[in-house]
């Protein structure tokens, strides 16, 4: 099977495991991904990547020219996608760009001037209903029209696609897996003192942006009511939200209990996961925000609890978008922003130790059974099989 993926998203190689993983799963599959030759992501690396052409047999990454270098709704590819499409004549056409994107109209415009009769697919995280105007009104409804199947990264996500007509098959699954031969459970006492963590001490872990739609604010209330039990805050991130947080937590009497960590790379997180006995995803649904096409945010998967998952550490979660859909019975969910609530399911995890545990190997089973780059490939694999 000839398939083809194109996204911004795999610039980065370490976000190509599942692609590599799919074409090592059967004989005869042949994955080859389109990136932009030229790309900004924005964020804390804010500079132009010059993406390079890999070649692992079954396995390639084209770079592509393209038209806009840091804007996914305007990424559009040069007249090079049309002699790449023509020599690898694809089966499959996975675009991740969403139902609204030039990139995707691109692909199925090719796709039918060329006669390669390859199945249309997108890739899309977002899970808030949303209404278009002209001209993008018209852009989706080409999209969709002339979609064979759609990935959508949440629950959410498909069911605000039923709700705009799409009638065709969805599968639901995250874009990214978890790397199980990194993050694993692994002890780490050497850093654990070097952060002053005590063996005796209970650590609540949080990774991600410090922002307010993350729920922290939550989470320091739900901890300071918890001042008679010994535990540590470890915060692995930053944001514009630490400056509050800190002044929060000195008025609560509980500054000294953070521990504030700034950003590390990707592949050392784990050790820090690995000091963790749990890590809290309290986000809240917001809109605060607007885009040209949609207004709010709420949680569209928490990569970070699989990662915690796979590590052995039991997870707590809001009920803040796909939180609960992930984390199911293998962890604990309270209702977003509800401070008692989470004070609660804190409260059983620092007071019964065997629960403790046994979500912590309920989450492991899960995430290699289910959120593995491998699991993913597998799921992938079969939706297509199904399509062709």
Not at 77 to 92: A, W
């Amino acid at each position: 099977m000839r398939i083809l993926i194109a996204s911004h998203t795999y610039i980065v190689d370490l976000n190509r495991e599942k692609l590599r993983a799919l074409a090592k799963l059967e004989p005869g599959i042949e994955v080859t991904v389109v990136v932009p030759q030229r790309w900004n992501p924005k964020g804390v690396q804010s500079q132009i990547v010059e993406t390079k052409f890999i070649d692992e047999d079954s396995f390639k990454v084209v770079p592509v020219s393209n038209y806009s270098e840091n804007n996914q709704a305007l990424l559009t590819f040069g007249p090079d996608l049309i002699s790449l499409l023509r020599k690898l004549k694809p089966e499959i056409i996975q675009v991740e760009q969403g139902s609204k994107a030039l990139t995707y109209a691109q692909f199925i415009t090719f796709n039918k001037l060329l006669g390669i009769k390859a199945k249309n697919l997108f890739f899309t995280w977002w899970n808030l209903p949303y209404e278009l105007k002209f001209p993008i009104s018209l852009l989706e409804g080409y999209n969709l029209r002339n979609t064979d199947g759609i990935v959508a990264g949440n629950k959410d996500g498909e069911d605000i696609l039923r709700d705009r007509g799409y009638k065709g098959p969805i599968k639901v699954m995250p874009q990214l897996g978890v790397d199980e031969t990194l993050f694993k459970p692994e002890p780490q006492t050497e850093l654990r003192n070097s952060l002053g963590i005590q063996a005796d001490d209970f650590v609540v872990g949080f990774v991600g942006r410090f922002v307010e739609e993350k729920g922290l604010l939550t989470l320091t209330k739900s901890l300071a009511d918890l001042q008679e039990k010994n535990w540590k805050w470890l915060l692995l991130g930053r944001g514009e939200l630490q400056t509050t947080l800190v002044e929060t937590a000195t008025a609560l009497g509980i500054r000294d209990r953070l521990i504030f960590v700034e950003s590390v790379p990707h592949d050392h997180v784990q050790k820090y996961i690995n000091l963790m006995n749990t890590l809290v995803l309290p986000s809240e649904t917001t809109y605060k925000f607007k885009t040209l096409t949609s207004v709010g945010w709420k949680e569209q998967f928490g990569h970070v609890l699989i990662e915690a998952m796979a590590c052995r550490v039991p997870v707590i979660g809001s009920d803040s978008g796909e939180i609960p859909h992930v984390i199911g019975d293998a962890g604990l969910v309270f209702p977003e922003g509800n401070v008692e609530e989470l004070r609660n399911r804190l409260m059983q995890l620092m007071e019964q130790k065997e629960l403790t545990e046994s979500l912590g190997q309920k989450g492991y089973e899960k995430a290699m059974s289910q959120y593995t780059n491998k699991a993913l490939a597998r799921q992938l694999l079969s939706f297509y099989q199904e399509l062709v």
